[in-house]
């Protein structure tokens, strides 16, 4: 059963740094582009950052570039998000997903979500 | 950046009911609209890709239709369990949701 698995969030202070991984199962993850995706409490989804399947090509949404780094470990099969210079409109549920195959692709496997919450 | 906009934002409904949700892109995006299902406290859960292709193991209730910048999804008949937050969300230049739509128990 394929399985994406979230952690490292928590509590951090405006300013600081945190990092996400997601720990994939049950398919082959070098084969995948993957995605991370937040939501803010109360609020819509909104894309992140998404990352090749060999790691040579990343994306990010225009708020997080130069703050956030999209990683991979394809011999862990992790993906990981290093989120440095917060700030309280970071704070959301992340979650990572699985990106199609196909052209124009879409997320049809999520994780769970984990909580990021920055505030002093 | 292409922008998703949904209506209506919440919508009260009965088991049973037809239910009809509308989304519209700021610019033409063909076919690539896809929508996900979310409940409280889940992550989301794709329904329909590529605007009217049913996602293995979602109901036949779910449909898809539309190109260009206007799309809809349609329940058929509601059930007890259709009741979540839905979401349509372009795959034609990055990504980038819709608002959603609540559907709620009348």
Request: one cysteine or more; charged letters at 15%; a neutral charge.
């Amino acid at each position: 059963e394929m399985q994406l698995l979230e952690s490292g969030g928590g509590l951090v202070q405006p300013g600081g740094s945190l990092r996400l991984s997601c720990a994939a199962s049950g398919f082959t993850f070098n084969s995948h582009w993957m995605t991370w995706v937040r939501q803010a409490p109360g609020k819509g989804l909104e894309w992140v950052a998404n990352i090749k399947e060999d790691g040579t090509e990343k994306n990010y949404v225009h708020s997080v570039k130069g703050r956030f780094v999209v990683s991979r470990d394809n011999g862990k099969n992790s993906l990981y998000l290093q989120m440095d210079s917060l700030r309280a409109e970071d704070t959301a549920v992340y979650y990572c997903a699985r990106e199609t195959t196909v052209f124009k692709s879409y997320f049809d496997h999520w994780g769970q979500g984990i909580l990021v919450t920055v505030s002093s | 950046d292409i922008q998703m906009t949904q209506s209506p934002s919440s919508l009260s409904a009965s088991v049973g009911d037809r239910v009809t949700i509308t989304c519209r892109a700021s610019q033409s995006i063909a076919t690539y609209l896809n929508w996900y299902q979310q409940k409280p406290g889940k992550a989301p859960k794709l329904l329909i890709y590529t605007a009217s292709n049913l996602q293995s193991g979602v109901p036949s209730r779910f449909s898809g239709s539309g190109s260009g910048t206007d799309f809809t999804l349609t329940i058929s008949s509601l059930q007890p369990e259709d009741f979540a937050i839905y979401y349509c969300q372009q795959s034609y230049s990055f990504w980038t949701f819709g608002q959603g739509t609540k559907v709620e128990i009348k």
